[in-house]
């Protein structure tokens, strides 16, 4: 018999009665490589000094000690603190079928990541949990547009005035949203109310694994959920902080399914191909990106003509970069062409006056390095991803920002094959996340 138990007001579990080999077992289940330049020197979860590990990691260890003969009991002391919520639903948000089985079984299991695409409405599921529970709520963000765009989702949706942590503000409320960078400089200990959930939006990025992993594990709530698009397949360190925090995945959706069903527009995928009359000659990728993508003349043309074509067909259009240098360059090229383009980053001082005339179809096309997490505009019909890069999940959460249901229409969906041999293996890992992600609807 092994005894987990949870403490009062923690996150994490501490093992309290094993055989010792069952600790060290533990120690090396919960343990991964983290590369030192020439050296690896392994990390673990499971610190051995206060015979603990993160609450997240509980299902995982539970299995693998049953699947090695023990038999384990959880003693959780733990009690579900805040205040009644008082929320009224607004009726004109009916739950999907899918939607209510996620809210079910997250209020069932009481953490754990809900993978569902971009545009399948992870927000109001996220908010309908914490309707179910009627208790406050604090909703982790990473931007200052989610920031914005879940306070308004929360009064609007609730019928309740959300607070903000966050933008040079500190105002709680009974629901509040907080941007992690700013729990992180004030302190979560700065948080006055007891909130009864804590809810992180677009969990998987592992990017910022330590920062969510420092957050998490200082928040003691019982239900504990993160929302993700684009949830990992391979366990490395990263995800394994994810996993402590909030658990594993309880529940995922398939972006086909949701096509198949009509609540997703059908993905139309086309590929630039253009002639590149200099080969790229630097050794190093900053400058070989530069060279071969940012600046490259033939490139940029082809990607302009594409957008002008979309533009005319009566598309709304986000051309996709990772630079600014190379979306200004894209901008002047289209407004030559009498495209009437802007670009968008997330130090654009007039950026909300920007994306309200690409709603409008005022501005037909969209440059941009910030509308890939989180940022909701169902008025893109087409985009072009011009940035490179191989990223699957940065690659899934720019693509689902045109998935929006479209009446009788296509999202057309427009990548880059670079014929550089580093770029072009880029170009062959984006293709296979896409195939991977939308299954018998990738379609090259």
């Known amino acids: 018999m092994v005894v987990f138990r949870i403490p009062k007001g923690s996150a994490k579990v501490k093992v309290e009665r094993a055989d010792p080999k069952v600790y060290f ?4 289940l919960l343990s991964f490589g983290k590369d030192f330049g020439k050296w690896d020197r392994a990390e673990s979860l499971y610190d051995p000094y206060t015979n603990t590990f993160p609450v997240g990691l509980l299902p995982r260890v539970k299995k693998f000690l049953n699947s090695k003969g023990y038999r384990v009991r959880i003693k959780d002391e733990r009690v579900v603190e805040g205040d009644p919520l008082n929320s009224i639903w607004n009726e004109k948000y009916k739950l999907r079928r ?6 079910k079984l997250a209020i069932r299991e009481k953490m754990g990541v809900l993978a569902l695409p971009v545009g399948s409405g992870k927000t109001i599921v996220g908010l309908r949990i914490i309707h179910e529970i009627d208790k406050s709520a604090l909703i982790i963000v990473h931007t200052k547009e989610l920031l914005y765009q879940w306070a308004e989702k929360v009064e609007e949706v609730l019928g309740v ?3 903000i942590v966050g933008d040079n503000k500190w105002q709680e409320g009974p629901v509040t949203v907080a941007m992690i960078q700013t729990l992180l400089s004030r302190g979560v200990d700065k948080l006055e109310n007891k909130y009864a ?12 694994a330590e920062k ?13 959920f993160g929302l993700s698009a684009t949830p990992w397949r391979r366990l490395r360190g990263e ?12 529940y995922e959706v398939k972006a086909e399914d949701l096509i198949k069903e009509g609540f997703l527009a059908k993905p139309k ?3 630039i191909e253009y002639e590149s009359n200099m080969p790229a000659l630097a050794d190093k990728y900053k400058e070989l990106y530069e060279e071969a993508i940012m600046e490259n003349e033939e490139r940029n043309r082809a990607i302009v003509e594409k957008a002008v074509e979309l533009a005319r067909q009566g598309h709304r259009v986000l051309i996709d970069v990772k630079r600014i240098d190379h979306g200004e360059i894209l901008v002047k090229m289209l407004r030559e062409r009498g495209i009437n383009a802007e670009f968008l980053s997330s130090q654009s001082p007039n950026r909300w006056e920007i994306l309200e005339k690409f709603k409008t179809g005022e501005i037909p096309v969209l440059v941009s390095t910030l509308l890939k997490e989180g940022v909701d505009i169902p008025e893109i019909s087409a985009i072009i991803l011009a940035g490179g890069g191989k990223s699957d999940v940065m690659t899934i959460q720019t693509i689902g920002r045109a998935l929006r249901p479209k009446a009788g ?3 057309v969906i427009v990548d880059v094959k670079d014929t550089d041999p580093l770029l072009f293996t880029h170009f062959l890992e984006r293709q296979k996340a896409l195939k991977q992600y939308y299954g018998k609807y990738y379609n090259l």
Do not use: W
């Open 197 to 208: 959930v804590v809810l992180f939006d677009e969990c998987h990025r592992t990017s910022a």
């Open 212 to 224: 969510f992993y420092q957050v998490g594990m200082s928040l003691p709530q019982v239900y504990r």
């Open 98 to 103: 899918y939607q209510k089985k996620a809210v």
């Open 409 to 411: 229409g296509e999202a």
């Open 25 to 28: 077992q533990i120690y090396n």
């Open 239 to 250: 995800e394994m902080k994810i996993e402590g925090v909030v658990g594993p995945i309880i």
């Open 161 to 163: 005035k959300a607070g």
């Open 269 to 271: 995928f086309e590929v």
